[in-house]
C-alpha cells in the first residue's frame, strides 16, 4: 500500500538520519526513535518470518541452510582438511532461521 510504503520510508530515513546527523536526533520527539526502530523491527520480522515452513518469509532462512550444513558436514569429515568455517549473513536469514527453528522463543 503507497501510505505503508511512505510510513516505512519516512521511519527508514529518520533512521538514516539519526546514524549520519545528531542534530536531527536532537529535533526529534524524545520518543520516535525508539517507535522508529521498533515499528522497522516489525515490518523486517514480518517480511522474513512465515507461520508455513515454505512461506514466502522462509526464502531467506532455506537459502542459507544448505551452505551451513555444507559447513557442518566438511568440518565433520575426519579426512578434510577444513576445521573452520565462516558464513557471513545478514540479519534477514538470521530472522528467518530464528523463525524457522524456534530458537528464540
Ligand atoms: C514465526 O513467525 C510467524 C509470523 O510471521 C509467527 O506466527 C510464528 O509464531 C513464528 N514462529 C516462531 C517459532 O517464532
Redesign the pocket.
Known sequence: MPEENLVLSLILLSLFESIHDSNFVKALPPTYLAQARDLANWHEY?IF???QLNGV?KIAGRTILPSILNGFATIANPSGPLKNFYQAISYKPFISLF?MT?IA?
Open positions: 514480518n518470518s512465515s507461520p518469509g523463525n524456534g522463543e
